[in-house]
Every structure is written in structure tokens, then in C-alpha cells.
Nanobody, 123 residues
Framework: QERPVESGGGSVQAGGSLRLSCVAS????????MNWYRQPPGKERNEREF??????????RYADSVKGRFTVSQDINKNTLYLQMDGLKVDDTAIYYC??????????????YGQGTQVTVSS
């Protein structure tokens, strides 16, 4: 498996919650950073915006727009990344993509995106 696989998207009313999951494979002798990106309606895939992520050392990062509402976590044993989304807003409507970035020794970084999962928030 090269590409991550997301799940957990759906439709919810504003103020509601969803949890996204992403399974990504390990690579021998490589570190792996995991991130969530999203593509809002009307934007192209190359305009995806960063949402949240976990570095290989466990440090978490968040976009300002989701701080305090979204929580990223991972289960290393299951190779699974999670995004708990609370207090959802209409502006959070987007296709959410999981990204896995592998760093293997002196090789170039290898980046893979999942197929995406739709999150729709209605007012």
C-alpha cells in the first residue's frame, strides 16, 4: 500500500463533530510525517490548504482556522492518524486529504496523498 486511506467523512450540521481516520503504511528505515489537508469547494487540488499534522517526533501542528476545535492524534501501532473535528463550521466544508511524507536516509522526500473524504457542514 502506497497511498494513505481516509475514512470518516460525512454530513453534519454546524456545531457538530466528525472524526476522520487515515491508515498509512510504514517504510523500513524511514521516518514519517502525517498531515491533513483540505480542498474547499471551488478550489483546485493544487490549492489544498494545510489543516493539521503530526511530525515523526510526535509534535502536532494546526492551522489557525482550526485551533481549539480540531485535535490530531495517532495510534502508531495501528499506523492510523486521526482528526477529531468539533465545533464544525460551514467554512470547514471541503474534501479532506491525508498526506504521508517519508524521509528515508539521504533520499528525497516521498509524499503520498489519499483519495480524500468529503466533509459537508450545513447551517
Amino acid at each position: 500500500q502506497e497511498r494513505p486511506v481516509e475514512s470518516g467523512g460525512g454530513s453534519v450540521q454546524a456545531g457538530g463533530s466528525l472524526r476522520l481516520s487515515c491508515v498509512a503504511s510504514e517504510r523500513t528505515h524511514c521516518t514519517r510525517d502525517m498531515n491533513w489537508y483540505r480542498q474547499p469547494p471551488g478550489k483546485e487540488r493544487n490549492e489544498r490548504e494545510f489543516v493539521s499534522g503530526i511530525d515523526s517526533d510526535g509534535a502536532t501542528r494546526y492551522a489557525d482556522s482550526v485551533k481549539g476545535r480540531f485535535t490530531v492524534s495517532q495510534d502508531i501501532n495501528k499506523n492510523t492518524l486521526y482528526l477529531q473535528m468539533d465545533g464544525l463550521k460551514v467554512d470547514d466544508t471541503a474534501i479532506y486529504y491525508c498526506q504521508a511524507v517519508y524521509a528515508c536516509g539521504h533520499s528525497d522526500l516521498a509524499t503520498f496523498y489519499g483519495q480524500g473524504t468529503q466533509v459537508t457542514v450545513s447551517s
